[in-house]
């Protein structure tokens, strides 16, 4: 009798297991979805959390590796540049040339960026209040972003280079040839008033030349994509791939003048 | 309280779904945790435990594929309850014996999977996922089983090495 009752209580469960599987195998999706849910929230998200922080863990390693090195090899650059510096500065005294004025970096984030598929002016998280002015320029680790176009107390708007109103006086980098930086919404950007027999390769870095006093000279603006010389034209058709990706700005610099 | 034990068993198959299952893998072999487990229970608990521990560690498995669940839920089900009659029906007090029962458990369920989820290339996958995922597990259980048995104690180790 007891071996009887054992298996009826055994069928019964097995009977509910069945219907149980059944329900969920021919059941509404909706419902093996809610299951799922659960299931997900109870049993799989605390893991899917410490999943996620180890593969952090293990990437800010491995980024803080990189940045060592690079802040190892940029030291020893950065001696070599402040010794050509003192180098330059005495140079220009015998010579009698004017000084050029020294920047510091203010860090600042963006905090929104406008614009339609091309951003043309981001906005940042330092303004009067960090002695931020209009027309100093921008730049991000890879080059230069544009200059401050307006200023509030805690805020700046900055008018980036893919604004078809912002202008670059610009010169390439191996050939001191001149031109001027735009952006054409149809072309991208473009090296304008370039001369016909100037000397450019694609490939080549274009950086702010310092004419104009917004930009410092040396900042890198972009690298020669094409070259079109047209014969009957005094000036090259010159596009060029920007430095910087507007699409993805995050952290910037302003240039203060060291005076500030 | 008698069902806490079982939800940490739950929670240790989701924990090596989402963590340890890619760190185990060797080469194309996975451990199957889950059929593992159901067939462990089966084999030290009573029919009833089994059929419902399988249930809930097929719905656990399936949690990422709803469509699924209840196939996976069945599937493993079944399969503890059959463990559990083999192990009424013959004698698995040898380690062997209880490794064969393992073995075959998770060669089972690997290929009823393969065939619930209607894989391409199937019988490519019997050997390069079912055969040796069912081996590496029947590695693992037997390492499980050394370690129940007393075979291989901390004791040991500490002397070996």
Excluded: C
């Amino acid at each position: 009798m007891s071996n009887l009752s054992y298996k009826s209580i055994r069928n019964a469960h097995f009977a509910v297991v069945l219907v149980l599987a059944v329900v969920l195998i021919i059941g509404q999706p909706a419902v093996n979805g809610l299951v799922s849910q659960v299931i997900l929230d109870g049993f799989y998200y605390p893991f899917f959390h410490i999943k996620k922080l180890l593969t952090e863990v293990k990437t800010v390693s491995a980024e803080n590796d990189q940045l060592r090195s690079w802040v190892a090899k940029s030291s020893v650059e950065l001696s070599f540049l402040e010794e050509a510096a003192r180098e330059n500065i005495r140079l220009r005294s015998i010579l009698g040339f004017e000084q050029q004025p020294g920047y510091r970096l203010l860090p600042a984030t963006v905090v929104s960026v406008t614009g339609g598929r091309m951003p043309i002016s981001a906005t940042i998280n330092r303004g009067l209040a960090d002695s931020v002015k209009v027309q100093q320029p921008v730049i991000n680790q890879v080059g230069l972003v544009g200059r401050i176009q307006e200023v509030m107390p805690g805020y700046a708007k900055v008018q980036l280079l893919t604004d078809p109103l912002n202008r670059v006086a610009a010169r390439v980098a191996s050939g001191r040839e001149m031109g001027i930086v735009r952006y054409l919404v149809s072309e991208g950007m473009v090296l304008d008033n370039f001369p016909n027999q100037g000397i450019v390769r694609p490939g080549d870095t274009i950086l702010s030349s310092g004419l104009g006093r917004v930009y410092p000279p040396g900042l890198k603006v972009g690298t020669v994509r094409e070259i079109f010389r047209p014969e009957n034209k005094p000036y090259s058709e010159i596009r060029l791939e920007p430095a910087v990706n507007f699409h993805s700005l995050e952290e910037l610099f302003v240039l203060m003048p060291e005076t500030q | 309280m008698r069902i806490i034990p079982f939800i940490l068993y739950l929670f240790l198959i989701a924990m090596h779904e989402v963590i340890s299952s890619d760190l185990t893998t060797v080469y194309t072999a996975v451990i199957n945790l889950p059929a593992l487990a159901v067939l462990l229970v089966a084999t030290y608990k009573s029919e009833v435990v089994s059929i419902w521990f399988g249930f809930a560690a097929g719905v656990v498995i399936a949690a990422g594929m709803p469509d699924l669940m209840g196939w996976h839920a069945l599937i493993l089900s079944v399969l503890g309850l059959t463990a559990f009659h083999v192990r009424e029906r013959l004698n698995l007090d040898s380690l062997y014996a209880k490794l064969l029962l393992i073995l075959g458990g998770v060669l089972v369920h690997n290929v009823l999977v393969l065939i619930v989820t209607r894989s391409d290339e199937f019988l490519y996958l019997l050997w390069s996922r079912a055969l040796v995922g069912g081996i590496l597990t029947s590695l693992v259980a037997w390492l499980f089983f050394l370690i129940k048995e007393g075979h291989i104690t901390y004791a040991k180790m500490k002397a070996l090495f």
